[in-house]
């Protein structure tokens, strides 16, 4: 069974920074691409990071680079955003999500989705 959970989603200042996590389980990690998007209501999921199988790729949207560090650890199954310099934009519910083939990943297709978990940013 595939179980992906999200968590670190909290209510922070604008400034500060949070930590957000993704623990996947029932398949091959380390075979996925795995990626970082966020929506907010009446908009379209968007991707903000990704981060190919090896760590040896990243990517990220200009509304975030700079700001946000995506990371893995392999070993523990678990995906990680590290988000610094927190807007009030950047309020949203965070998934994550995976994918084998990189372009299908930052095109928005993802094999396995988690719950989320949401981030509010007060200004």
């Known amino acids: 069974q595939v179980l992906v959970v999200e968590s670190g989603g909290d209510l922070v200042q604008a400034g500060g920074s949070l930590r957000l996590s993704c623990s996947a389980s029932g398949f091959t990690f380390d075979d996925f691409a795995m990626g970082w998007f966020r929506q907010t209501p009446g908009k379209d999921r968007e991707v903000i990071s990704a981060?190919?199988?090896?760590?040896?790729?990243?990517y990220y949207t200009n509304l975030v680079k700079g700001r946000f560090t995506i990371s893995r650890d392999n070993a523990k199954s678990t995906l990680y955003l590290q988000m610094n310099d927190l807007k009030s934009e950047d309020t949203a519910m965070y998934y994550c999500?995976?994918?084998?083939?990189?372009?299908?990943?930052?095109?928005?297709?993802?094999?396995?989705w988690g719950q989320g978990t949401q981030v509010t940013v007060s200004s």
């Open positions: 981060i190919s199988p090896n760590s040896a790729t990243t």
């Open positions: 999500a995976a994918n084998r083939v990189w372009d299908k990943l930052l095109g928005g297709v993802s094999n396995y």
